[in-house]
């Protein structure tokens, strides 16, 4: 009907986070198989992530170098300055659906460990042989290490100390391609009815987002809350994108072809293709409506907002910085701009605001 290729990941997440702080008790060591590779199907990166505290940490391990078992950027990559794309998946995730499984506790004076193949992830083709910097993820989401996450659960954004590291690659850049199990689009009815619905709501709370902020400015509250001090083509320009999406080629399914509906994971979006892909708990979400009765922004249930936060991986390049309304408003501009969870917390509270 109406898409194109994308992955990302998309997780309802009702949890709100907590300020964005430098965190001393985690740092991060990479280590690669050598200074010098053949061909990108030998790196293999090792991230050794260590809490220096004196207390457990809990952390939510998707898109940071804890998850080596989703295809998700736990690294920046640059060879002579220029970035190499990013091929693989970016997520979002529903943490009140979110078993320990999408944890990590790092026990207190310990080291946990995770083993990345990056070779099927990034573009290296793009920009040949050479040296190529690899840099580790280092902004990590901490969670309470007793409680499972509630609605009410506090999560806090931290930044661990971190330092890239350089291996060259002397021969082989071939694209690699990720495993896929299925390419069929959905073929149960009433999903691709509920993921059609999604695609139009979401089209609606773009459109409204953008109409909201023509009108009020850039010195309304809520813009503010969200934008800080960002010019308002800048944020328009994203919204608009996802207004205009027309691409024949981008395709919603309900088939988990990269296997990645882990646990908590909403929906995908895969970056080479920006195909979108729908896990089971994304048919829990709701209409745009129910924000008048029923649910909250803050729960981030809403189906048309997860959908539109997929759509800006596939159309802007957003990335997946923090999950949760509070989170996305204590972000620094620059942030805010590119992360998808602003562009659904923000539009989603426009609706609830103007609508109901």
Known sequence: ???????????????????HKRADSLSVVVSGPSSSVSSVTDLLLTAAVTNNGAEDIKVLKYGTVLDSELPTRSFTVTR??????????????SLTDADESAFVTIPAGKTVTAVHDVSA????????????????????QTAPTAAKISSRAE??????????????VTADVAPQSLARRATDICTNASRKAFIDASYTEAKALARGGSSYISSKGTSDTLYRAYWGALAASRVTNVLNAVANENSASRTLSCTDALGACSSGVIAYTVISTTN???????????????????????????????????????????DDVTYGCAADQALSDANALKNADNYNCFTTQVYANTVC
Do not use: Q, W
Request: one cysteine or more; hydrophobic letters at 50%.
């Open 121 to 140: 992830l990034f573009d290296f083709a793009s920009v040949g042989t050479g040296a190529f910097s690899f840099a580790p993820v280092t902004t990590f």
């Open 155 to 168: 999560l806090t954004t931290i930044e661990a100390a971190a330092a890239p590291i350089t291996i060259a």
């Open 1 to 19: 009907m109406f898409f194109s290729p994308l992955v990302t990941l998309c997780f309802a997440a009702a949890a709100v986070a907590g300020p």
């Open 80 to 93: 002579n300055g220029t970035v190499v794309s990013f091929m693989g998946v970016k997520l979002s995730v």
């Open 276 to 318: 979108i892909y729908f896990c089971g708990i994304f048919f829990n979400e709701v209409a745009s409506s129910r924000l008048c009765s029923g649910t909250s922004v803050d729960s981030r249930n809403i189906r048309g907002g997860t959908t539109l936060h997929e759509i800006t991986h596939a159309v802007a390049d957003t």
